[in-house]
C-alpha cells in the first residue's frame, strides 16, 4: 500500500522559494531621447529616411509617427516603427476634387538654385544676386483727407503684422529701393516696442497712450498718436498650444533664404515648446501629406527630424496643402489650447487652387471653426504678397517675412506670445473727429484695413487679432480749425458746431472680443487739449519715434501728403534724437536703413 504524500506546508514552501535561483528580469530597452541633434541615425532610430542628395532628409508623406500619448513614468517595450498618421477624411477644398489619402510623391526634379554658404543667411540678402521682378503686392492708394464736417469717423481693423517691414528691409540692405505697395506704413510702425504703459489686469486687456503734436513735414497740421498695449500674459496663464505646421516645399523654396531658413526658424520655436503643447507638421509641393502627426511637446527630437526630412522640389499645389492642414486642425482640435495652422511659404501657389479670392473664401470659413492662420514669408524674386496678406487677413491670423536668422529669433524665441498667443480677437478702432476743432483727417497707413463705419458694431464682421504683450499703434494728421485746409469748404454747408465737451478734439473707441468669444466689448476715451503738446522735441519718446518711422515709410512710398522739403536727412535727425534705450539693436538698425535708404535713392537717380 502506498502512503500518499504529506501536503507541503507553508513553511516548507517559503523555505523552498528562498532556496531557489532568482531569474533576473531581461533588461528594459533603452527609451529613444526626447530631445538631441537630429543626427541621421537619431533619426533613423525613430524611423525617418537617411539623407538625401541635396544634405537634407528626403521628405515622406506616407508613414509618420501616430498620435502620442503622455510619456510613461516607467520605461516601456523597445520603440516600434511609427505608424501612419491618422486618416483624415476627404474633403473638397474650395470646390476642388478631394484630397488623396497622403500618397507618396515620385522624386521630383530640383530646380536648379544659386549655392550661396549658410554663412549668407543673414539679416538681409547677399548683393548683386540676379532677382525676377515678378513679386506681386496689394495695391494700397495712401488714404485721402477727409473734411470733418462730411465724414467724421474713421474705422479700422487693427494690424500686428510686421511682414512689409522685413521685406523694405531685404531691399534696402541689397541696396534697391522698395516697390511703393511693398511699403505698409502701418507694419513698419509696428515693428518697433514703444515701452507703453501695460494694463493693470486682463480685462480690458488694453491700455491707451494718446499724444498730439505738431507735424515735422506740415507746418499747419498736427499728428495724433495713439498708442494701445496689450495685456502680457505671465507664464501659469499660457494656454496650450495646437499647432499644424504648414510647410511649402515645393521647387520655388530650394534657395538658402527659403527652405534651409524656414527649417532654421521651425527648429527656434521647437526649443519653446513644453509638456502641454502639441505639433504636427504637413507638407507639400506637387501634392500634400502629413509628415508629422500631433505629437507631444516634449518629444522635440522626434520634430526636429520631421523638419529635417524636408526638401524641396516640385511644383506648388498650397490650396489643397491649405485644406488638408486645417482638416488636421480640427481633427486634433483641443477647445483649451490655441488651435493655429502656421504657413512657410513664398506665396507662389501654381498647382490647384492659386487663386488669392477662393483662398481668402476659403480661409474665411474656416476660421468660424476656431483655428487661427499665422503666414511667414521667404525669399525673393516671386515672392507673392498679395496671397500672403489675403490669407492672414481672413484668417484670423497675423502675416510676418522672415529675411534672415535675425528675424527668425526675434519671431519665434523672443516675440512669440505676440505671435501665438492671442488676448483679443476681432479688434478694431474708431476714432470720431469734432468739426469744431478739426478741419480735416487723413489716416496715415492701415489702407488694407479699413472698415465701413457700420461694422464696427457689427460683430460679424472680422478684424485682427492681438496677441500677448504686443502693442498697435496708429497716426491721424489733423487740420486743426484756423488753419488752411487742403479741400474747399462746401459752398451751402452751414458752419460745424461743437458736439461734447469744447476741449475734445476727438473720441476714440476700441471694440475686441476675448478669445472664444462672440460678443464684443467696448473700451472708450476722449482726446482732449491736454494730450496737446506743443513742441515736437518735446513729446513722449514713443510719439517722436513713431513720427519718424511714420515719415520714412511715407517717403519711400511717395505720399503726396508730405511736404517736398521734408526728407531723409530730416527723418535721420528725429531718429537720432529718439533713439533712447536700444537693448535689442533694432533702432540702430533702422537709422542704418535710413541712410541705405538715402544711398538707393542716389545709385537710382545716377543711372
Not at 589 to 600: G, I, K, N, P, S
Request: aromatic share 6%; with cysteine; glycine share 8%.
Amino acid at each position: 500500500m502506498i502512503e500518499p504524500r504529506p501536503k507541503p506546508t507553508l513553511s516548507v514552501l517559503l523555505a523552498l522559494t528562498v532556496a531557489s535561483p532568482v531569474l533576473a528580469a531581461p533588461p528594459a530597452p533603452p527609451r529613444p531621447p526626447l530631445d538631441g541633434p537630429a543626427t541621421p541615425e537619431a533619426c533613423a532610430r525613430l524611423g525617418f529616411p537617411a539623407y538625401g542628395e541635396d544634405g537634407g532628409y528626403r521628405a515622406r508623406f506616407a508613414p509618420a509617427p501616430a498620435m502620442t500619448s503622455p510619456l510613461p513614468t516607467t520605461p516601456g517595450p523597445a520603440p516600434t516603427p511609427p505608424p501612419p498618421p491618422p486618416k483624415l477624411q476627404p474633403r473638397p477644398p474650395i470646390g476642388t476634387p478631394s484630397i488623396p489619402p497622403l500618397p507618396v510623391p515620385p522624386v521630383e526634379r530640383r530646380v536648379a538654385q544659386p549655392s550661396a554658404p549658410q554663412s549668407m543667411i543673414v539679416t538681409g540678402s547677399a548683393r548683386g544676386q540676379p532677382r525676377m521682378d515678378t513679386e506681386r503686392y496689394p495695391d494700397a492708394t495712401p488714404n485721402p483727407v477727409k473734411r470733418t464736417a462730411e465724414d467724421p469717423v474713421s474705422t479700422f481693423s487693427i494690424d500686428v503684422d510686421t511682414a512689409s517691414y522685413a521685406n523694405v528691409r531685404r531691399f534696402l540692405n541689397e541696396g534697391e529701393q522698395p516697390p511703393t505697395d511693398a511699403v505698409r506704413v502701418e507694419e513698419l510702425i509696428n515693428y518697433f516696442d514703444y515701452g507703453y504703459a501695460p494694463p493693470p489686469n486682463r480685462q480690458p486687456p488694453f491700455a491707451t497712450t494718446v499724444a498730439v503734436v505738431p507735424s515735422p513735414w506740415s507746418q499747419q497740421r498736427r499728428l495724433v498718436h495713439i498708442g494701445i498695449q496689450g495685456y502680457e500674459l505671465p507664464p501659469r496663464e499660457r494656454p496650450p498650444l495646437n499647432l499644424v505646421f504648414l510647410i511649402d516645399t515645393s521647387g520655388s523654396m530650394g534657395g538658402p533664404d527659403r527652405l534651409p531658413l524656414a527649417k532654421k526658424a521651425i527648429d527656434l520655436l521647437i526649443d519653446q515648446l513644453g509638456a502641454q503643447d502639441r505639433v504636427a507638421i504637413v507638407a507639400y509641393a506637387g501634392s500634400a501629406g502629413a509628415v508629422l502627426a500631433p505629437t507631444d511637446g516634449r518629444q522635440k527630437l522626434m520634430m526636429r527630424c520631421a523638419v529635417g526630412s524636408l526638401r524641396a522640389g516640385g511644383s506648388t499645389a498650397g490650396g489643397e496643402a491649405l485644406a488638408l492642414a486645417y482638416d488636421l486642425a480640427k481633427q486634433s482640435f483641443d477647445p483649451k489650447a490655441v488651435n493655429r495652422v502656421v504657413l512657410l511659404t513664398d506665396g507662389d501657389f501654381n498647382v490647384g487652387i492659386a487663386d488669392p479670392a477662393r483662398l481668402k473664401d476659403f480661409v474665411a470659413e474656416r476660421r468660424k471653426d476656431g483655428v487661427y492662420l499665422s503666414v511667414y514669408g521667404f525669399g525673393r524674386g516671386n515672392y507673392n504678397d498679395v496671397m500672403m496678406q489675403a490669407l492672414a487677413q481672413n484668417g484670423n491670423g497675423t502675416a510676418a517675412y522672415i529675411d534672415g536668422l535675425t528675424e527668425a529669433r526675434r519671431l519665434f524665441r523672443e516675440d512669440l506670445p505676440k505671435s501665438f498667443l492671442p488676448i483679443a480677437d476681432d479688434v478694431k478702432i474708431q476714432v470720431e473727429f469734432n468739426p469744431a476743432a478739426v478741419v480735416e483727417y487723413r489716416l496715415i497707413g492701415y489702407e488694407t484695413r479699413l472698415l465701413n463705419r457700420e461694422d464696427f458694431n457689427n460683430d460679424r464682421v472680422d478684424a485682427g487679432e492681438v496677441g500677448s504683450g504686443a502693442s498697435v499703434t496708429a497716426l491721424y494728421e489733423i487740420t486743426p480749425v484756423g488753419a488752411r485746409p487742403s479741400t474747399d469748404p462746401l459752398r451751402y454747408q452751414a458752419p460745424a458746431r461743437a458736439g461734447g465737451p469744447a476741449d475734445e478734439l476727438a473720441f476714440l473707441k476700441i471694440r475686441y472680443k476675448p478669445p472664444g468669444e462672440d460678443r464684443s466689448r467696448l473700451i472708450s476715451r476722449p482726446i482732449t487739449a491736454r494730450d496737446r503738446v506743443g513742441d515736437l522735441a518735446q513729446a513722449p519718446e514713443a510719439t517722436r519715434w513713431a513720427v519718424a518711422v511714420a515719415g520714412f515709410a511715407q517717403i519711400l512710398r511717395q505720399d503726396p501728403w508730405v511736404a517736398a522739403d521734408f526728407g531723409l536727412d530730416d527723418v535721420e535727425a528725429l531718429v537720432q534724437g529718439a533713439r533712447g534705450a536700444d537693448p535689442d539693436g533694432e533702432r540702430a538698425e533702422f537709422l542704418t536703413l535710413v541712410r541705405a535708404a538715402e544711398d538707393a535713392r542716389h545709385a537710382a537717380s545716377a543711372r
